[in-house]
């Protein structure tokens, strides 16, 4: 077995630990990691409406610059949002909404009517959730090939940059995840309708949008 101390940065243990402390630190952010380039920054802020309109169909409503914490579900309808002044540079309000997308979708649906869908953010006793979300968030990213677009913040930013570094066993921790949210679906219209919603924003949040098909030619007369 690898000694600590021996473990390369870019290894998901080492980025796990790093982030533990910087959380143990309360810092708001990660000094370094993967960064979104400014003009994807920009685009993405203009899908932002989408995004929006999506959650609104789950009775979801998205409140700007009202909250003490960077995000925040009132179990009530109400997920806060600070304004983007307040957050990290390269963040954008779809990367948030589909983080909190993976959050109901991993916790279950009756945890729409829990504030910060019954998570603990105030120490690292929900720690091993916030990872299971993020592992959703990398799968779902990847197919969708955003996952350099949509790059979770704060201390966790760390582990996503240790992931893009080494794709192949990020993929084979975070299918099981998407896979065990994609039996709840066939059983839960309420999981199926927020897997719907976050398919359907990184759907219209992708770069370039798959043309469509040629219709196929008539056949000679």
Not at 81 to 106: G, K, W
Not at 113 to 129: F, I, K, V
Request: glycine share 4%; charged share 25%; with cysteine.
């Amino acid at each position: 077995m690898q000694d600590d101390d021996d473990i390369p940065v870019n290894s998901e243990r080492e980025a796990l630990r790093k982030v533990l402390e910087l959380q143990r630190q309360f810092a708001p952010s990660a000094p370094d990691g993967a960064r979104v380039p400014n003009t994807e920054v920009r685009r993405l802020a203009s899908l932002a409406p989408r995004w929006i309109d999506a959650l609104r169909t789950l009775g979801i409503h998205v409140a700007r610059g009202q909250c003490d914490a960077f995000v925040a579900f009132d179990g009530k309808g109400t997920l806060h949002v600070a304004a983007d002044n307040d957050l990290d540079p390269d963040d954008t309000l779809p990367q948030i909404l589909l983080h909190e997308l993976c959050h109901a979708l991993v916790e279950g649906p009756h945890t729409l009517h829990l504030p910060d869908w019954g998570l603990r953010n105030e120490d690292l006793h929900d720690h091993p959730r916030e990872v299971l979300a993020l592992r959703l968030q990398w799968a779902l990213c990847r197919d969708a090939g955003l996952e350099h677009s949509l790059v979770p913040t704060t201390a966790y930013r760390l582990l996503w940059t240790a992931w893009l570094r080494n794709p192949d066993p990020a993929d084979r921790a975070a299918h099981p995840v998407l896979r065990d949210v994609e039996r709840a679906a066939t059983t839960s219209g309420t999981t199926a309708a927020i897997l719907a919603c976050a398919h359907d924003g990184l759907r219209r949040s992708a770069p370039h949008p798959p043309a469509a098909a040629p219709t196929p030619a008539e056949p000679p007369a």
